[in-house]
């Protein structure tokens, strides 16, 4: 089993910055992929960035948003941050952590061939 853990979400203004962070708690070892999703009422739910667990250097981006997130995975200490750049009203959503027992290039942004989510942090982006 397998528990995530949001982290650093809020009220932020157009162009400022966020860093938000995920907490992977329990049966570590069977991830094979982490991501990080967003979703608006009554939309369904967007993947972010997706990235393998066994340390490899590549992370994928939804094209909406490369170029202003990055995605990183600490293995050392069991997060996965976000960090979104020039955030705009259109980033407001809230945003969840996600794990799979399935490698990557299978889980894609399918939020449903994920195993395990978190609660969501919700960020919320206006003057």
């Known amino acids: 089993q397998v528990k995530l853990q949001e982290s650093g979400g809020g009220s932020v203004q157009p162009g400022g910055s966020l860093r938000l962070t995920c907490e992977v708690q329990?049966?570590?070892?069977?991830?094979?992929?982490m991501a990080w999703f967003r979703q608006v009422p009554g939309k369904e739910r967007e993947g972010v960035a997706r990235?393998?667990?066994?340390?490899?250097?590549?992370?994928e981006y939804a094209s909406s948003l490369k170029g202003r997130v990055t995605a990183s995975l600490e293995k050392a200490t069991n997060t996965m941050d976000l960090n979104i750049l020039t955030l705009k009203p259109e980033d407001s959503a809230m945003y969840y952590c996600a794990a799979a027992e399935y490698a990557c290039y299978w889980t894609d942004f399918r939020a449903d061939r994920y195993d395990y989510w978190g609660q969501g942090t919700q960020v919320t982006v206006s003057s």
């Open positions: 990235k393998v667990s066994d340390g490899g250097p590549g992370v």
């Open positions: 329990g049966d570590i070892p069977s991830i094979k992929c």
